[in-house]
Each structure stands twice: as C-alpha cells, then as structure tokens.
C-alpha cells in the first residue's frame, strides 16, 4: 500500500487565517481524498482530488473555505481559509492504492 | 452508501476475544464490508474485508452470516495495543472511492 507524508501534524492557528496542509504520496495515484474529524467523531469525507481537474465537495463544504490543490499523481494540499474555533479538527489525507491508506492528520487548533 | 451501526464502546482484558457486530440492514447486493482500526493521532487503518461466510487474516477474522445484514469483527486475544476505535463500512468493493464512515466503536482493553 502507499505511504503518506503529511504536513503539518499539528498547528495552532489565530482566528481569520488560513492554513494549507500537504500531502505527499510515495506512489503516483489516481484520486486523493481530504477527510475532517472534528474532536471526538468520526470522519466526513471534504472533498475528492483528482490531477488535472477541479475537486469535488461533498455537501457542507465548498472551495471557497477548503480550495484545494492537486498538481501531480502524488501531491495535494488543503487551505483551511479564514479559520475560526469551529475548524479546529483532525484533517487527514487519504489516497486509494491497492486499497485505503490515510495520512497520520493535521491537528487544528484554531484560537 | 448503506447506514451501519454499531456499539459505541466494548470493555475488554487482555488475551480475552473481542466481537464487534455491525448491523447494515440495507447492504445491497455488490457491497463489500470492511473494517477500519484508528489509533489516537493516527488515520484510520484497513484490518480486514469480505463479502459473505468468513474472512480470516492475520490481525482478525470477519463473520458475515447469509443474509449479509450483518457483520462480526472478532479480536482474538486482545492485548493493550488493540485499544483503538474500530469503524466498519459497507460499500461497493474495496475501492469504493467515498468511504462513508459511522460512529465507530471504541475498544478498551484494560490489563
């Protein structure tokens, strides 16, 4: 299965920023995700990337708040835009090879 | 995706089994079951999946009965490192691109 880099793995963000996290992927894959957990949840799938075209969003969640970009088969990143308390959570990249693997996540505070 | 549900939390000691049963009473014909484990400040993790009768690997086993709505996990001998929180989904083949994920249950494996 792939491996995956993600980064950062945790900030603490003042409110009406923004932060962009990556995620680099060791193989060439097709479709990567971007997954929120937001403290005590499970995950809820943000946004699909695939190379070459625009993400999709799932719905609560558009390109405004989370753009997203996906330049290669094995990079993508996520902006959280103008953050507030509310966006504080575990964001985790994911990517589809020979099944599932996820990132490690990026835990979000946001003050 | 079907809606699953499953316990919220199981207690458990080491070296004892652990079943953890999820209902999907709307399974269609061509979902596959798949269970997730996740580790505090880690991404979700692939543990087994299958389609009908019993899957068997290395980390678990999965029982599906004929009817298909539902499924058991079953943790043998659990130690203190299988406490984690463990998801399992149901959708179309282990590479059904939006992995829909429910509440989890989380296992705590006390000495």
């Known amino acids: 299965s792939a491996v995956i880099s993600q980064k950062p793995s945790r900030d603490i963000c003042q409110r009406g920023t923004s932060l962009t996290i990556q995620c680099q992927v060791d193989s060439q894959v097709t479709m990567m995700f971007w997954y929120r957990q937001q403290p005590g949840q499970s995950l809820t799938l943000i946004a699909t990337?695939?190379?070459?075209?625009?993400?999709?969003?799932e719905s609560g969640f558009v390109i405004d708040k989370f753009p997203i970009s996906r330049p290669n088969l094995t990079f993508s990143t996520l902006t959280v835009s103008n953050m507030s308390p509310e966006d504080s959570s575990i964001y985790l990249c994911s990517v589809e090879a020979n099944g599932y693997t996820f990132g490690s996540g990026t835990r979000l505070t946001v003050v | 995706l079907a809606k699953t549900t499953q316990p919220i939390s199981m207690d458990s000691y080491e070296g004892q089994e652990v079943n953890i049963t999820c209902s999907h009473n709307n399974i269609a014909t061509n979902d596959y079951i798949t269970w997730y484990q996740q580790f505090p400040s880690q991404g979700p993790r692939f543990i087994i999946q299958g389609y009908k009768t019993k899957v068997t690997n290395e980390v678990a086993s999965l029982f599906i009965p004929a009817d298909r709505k539902s499924s058991t996990l079953s943790l043998p001998r659990v130690s203190l490192s299988d406490t984690a929180v463990y998801y399992c989904?149901?959708?179309?083949?282990?590479?059904?691109?939006?992995?829909?994920f429910g509440a989890g249950t989380t296992v705590t494996v006390r000495a």
């Open positions: 989904l149901v959708g179309a083949s282990l590479n059904d691109y939006k992995l829909s």
């Open positions: 990337a695939n190379q070459g075209s625009e993400a999709t969003y």
